[in-house]
T-cell receptor, first 113, second 116 residues
Framework: AQSVTQPDIHITVSEGASLELRCNYS??????LFWYVQSPGQGLQLLLK??????LVQGIKGFEAEFKRSQSSFNLRKPSVHWSDAAEYFC???????????FGAGTTVTVRA | GAVVSQHPSWVICKSGTSVKIECRSL??????MFWYRQFPKQSLMLMAT?????????EQGVEKDKFLINHASLTLSTLTVTSAHPEDSSFYIC????????????FGPGTRLTVL
C-alpha cells in the first residue's frame, strides 16, 4: 500500500519569502501525486497533480512541485508567498489500480508580515 | 467544473439522535464517492468508499452500522451518523471521483458535526 510522509508539521515564513513543503511517498510503481490546500473550516482545494510526463508541475496560485523518483519526493514550492497562503497543505498519493488516496499528516503554513 | 457540495455545512444535535449529511456532485457524474473524517489539526481519515448502486466499502475500524452510507445516484451520496455521541463530533468531508485514470478527487466543503 502507498503512504505519504510530510516531515514538517509547521512552517512559518515571511510574506514575500519563498516556501518549500516536503513530501515523501512510498509506493512500488509510478504514483499519482497531489497537493491540496485547506483553509480553516473548509474542504480541500487541488493545487496541482502529477500523473506522468514532465516532472515539474505547475499549479494554481503560483505553486509548483517537482517529482523526483530517485528521492521518492514531490516537494511543493512557491517563490514568493502571500498572506493568503496561510493554510494547511496536504500531500496525497494514489495508485494505478486503486482510486483511494493516502494523505500525509499535513503541514501548517503561517505567514508573518 | 467538478464542484462538490455538502449539506449541511454545520449541524448540532443531541446525543442519541441521527444526523444525515448529503454530498452532491453538481456538474458531473461521480462513479465513486468517498467519506472522510478529520479531527482538529489532523489529516483526513478515509471512512468509506461508495459506488453508485452498491454497498459501501468501509475502512478497518469504521463501524458500518454507525455510519450508514447510501449512494443512491451518480450525483448523490449520504452519510448518516446513527445514535450520535459526543465522540462522533468531527469534521466530515466527502469527495467524488470521475472514475477515470488519475485518482483525482474533488472535495466538498465539509460538514462540522457537534454532538451535545
Amino acid at each position: 500500500a502507498q503512504s505519504v510522509t510530510q516531515p514538517d508539521i509547521h512552517i512559518t515564513v515571511s510574506e514575500g519569502a519563498s516556501l518549500e513543503l516536503r513530501c515523501n511517498y512510498s509506493y512500488g510503481a509510478t504514483p499519482y501525486l497531489f497537493w491540496y490546500v485547506q483553509s480553516p473550516g473548509q474542504g480541500l482545494q487541488l493545487l496541482l497533480k502529477y500523473f506522468s510526463g514532465d516532472t515539474l508541475v505547475q499549479g494554481i496560485k503560483g505553486f509548483e512541485a517537482e517529482f523526483k523518483r530517485s528521492q521518492s519526493s514531490f516537494n511543493l514550492r512557491k517563490p514568493s508567498v502571500h498572506w493568503s497562503d496561510a493554510a494547511e497543505y496536504f500531500c496525497a498519493v494514489g495508485a494505478l489500480d486503486d482510486y483511494k488516496l493516502s494523505f500525509g499528516a499535513g503541514t501548517t503554513v503561517t505567514v508573518r508580515a | 467544473g467538478a464542484v462538490v457540495s455538502q449539506h449541511p455545512s454545520w449541524v448540532i444535535c443531541k446525543s442519541g439522535t441521527s444526523v444525515k449529511i448529503e454530498c452532491r456532485s453538481l456538474d458531473f457524474q461521480a462513479t465513486t464517492m468517498f467519506w472522510y473524517r478529520q479531527f482538529p489539526k489532523q489529516s483526513l481519515m478515509l471512512m468509506a468508499t461508495s459506488n453508485e448502486g452498491s454497498k459501501a466499502t468501509y475502512e478497518q475500524g469504521v463501524e458500518k452500522d454507525k455510519f450508514l452510507i447510501n449512494h443512491a445516484s451518480l450525483t448523490l451520496s449520504t452519510l448518516t451518523v446513527t445514535s450520535a455521541h459526543p465522540e462522533d463530533s468531527s469534521f466530515y468531508i466527502c469527495s467524488a471521483s470521475l472514475g477515470t485514470g488519475g485518482n483525482e478527487q474533488f472535495f466538498g466543503p465539509g460538514t462540522r458535526l457537534t454532538v451535545l
